[in-house]
């Protein structure tokens, strides 16, 4: 890989494909952007904006470089998946690496069909892309360990955290851990424990602030195993445990009430009131990494 020269292709102008595509090109690499979506690629020129050089926007798949990188940015459907990448297989030569930015689905699966699933893996960036800094790196049972490698190496240069997952399973790490949270929240809410307002009072200025800081394992070695330990033996029986999703939530889906992009999800939400709260978790989000990272700048200097 010439570091020097990288090139790139994003498959889907979505919200994640064109984050991805704008923090790549800001990094000087090449981007093309596909989407069969002329509309779609209309959206996402706009989002990505004309001061930034180095993308350009295609409705066709057929590629007449070989890229460095491929990422499937595409709907989080496995058929869909499966279908775009291995038009995407058939397209690059040999030596691209493939990725897909599935936020859980098994990487086998969405590989099964490829010529060569060892230059496959996923590379699962958390939105907003270009400001979150990790990146969940996980390969498939054939990936080859270089790939996984060169991934890392290249993430690096994008100024992200790759974190190799070991075992490919559903959910992956952070989708695992955030949905067992959501399990327990929805289950104090259908409760009748607390109320959605006080609810997230609490996880946020307690949970939220030690997270951001420590992350869960550190936190558990600063307050003591062996509380945690006790707290464990006589608390666990009484968590939900159910393995369906919550009756609440359900509901809500079939009133309509998805969330901001509906206007009512557990809050009401404007046009307005939605797009003054983006501006300003982007730019509080930026705030909490910078201290969440102030010491791995000290340990470097």
């Known amino acids: 890989m010439n570091e ?31 989407d069969t979506n002329p509309n779609a690629l209309e959206t996402s020129r706009l989002s990505i904006g004309e001061d930034v050089f ?6 066709k798949l057929k590629l007449n470089q070989s890229p460095d990188f491929v990422i499937e940015c595409v709907t989080e459907n496995i058929e869909i998946k499966q279908r775009v990448v291995a038009q995407i297989e058939s397209c690059v030569s040999d030596t691209t690496i493939i990725m ?24 699962h960036f958390f939105n907003p892309a270009d400001i979150i800094p990790t990146v969940e790196v996980v390969p498939g049972s054939q990936t080859e360990r270089s790939v996984v490698e060169t991934t890392c190496i290249w993430l690096k240069q994008l100024g992200k955290r790759p974190a190799v997952i070991n075992i490919g399973i559903p959910g992956f790490v952070a989708n695992r851990i955030q949905h067992a949270m959501m399990r ?20 946020q200025y307690s949970i939220g602030v030690r997270m951001a800081l420590n992350g869960p394992l550190r936190q558990r070695d600063l307050n003591g195993l062996d509380t945690h330990l006790h707290i464990a033996r006589y608390l666990y029986p009484d968590l939900d445990a159910r ?6 939530l359900v509901d809500y889906v079939d009133q309509g009430r998805q969330g901001a992009k509906s206007g009512r999800g557990f809050y009401h939400w404007s046009e307005e009131s939605h797009a003054q ?11 909490i990494i910078k201290i969440a990272t102030q010491h791995i700048s000290k340990e470097k200097s």
């Open 100 to 123: 897909t930015n599935t936020s859980g689905i098994p990487i086998d699966e969405i590989g099964s069909h490829m010529r060569l699933p060892q230059r496959f893996l996923g590379a």
């Open 4 to 34: 020097h020269a990288l090139q790139a292709v994003v498959v889907g102008a979505g919200t994640m494909g064109s984050t991805l595509a704008k923090l790549m090109a800001v990094q000087g690499i090449m981007v093309s952007v596909v």
């Open 243 to 248: 393995d369906k999703p919550a009756a609440i």
């Open 184 to 203: 327990e929240c929805l289950s104090l809410l259908e409760k009748g424990v607390v109320e959605a307002e006080a609810l997230d009072e609490i996880v």
């Open 54 to 59: 180095g993308v350009c926007f295609t409705t």
């Open 277 to 287: 709260h983006q501006v300003q978790e982007r730019e509080n989000l930026q705030r």
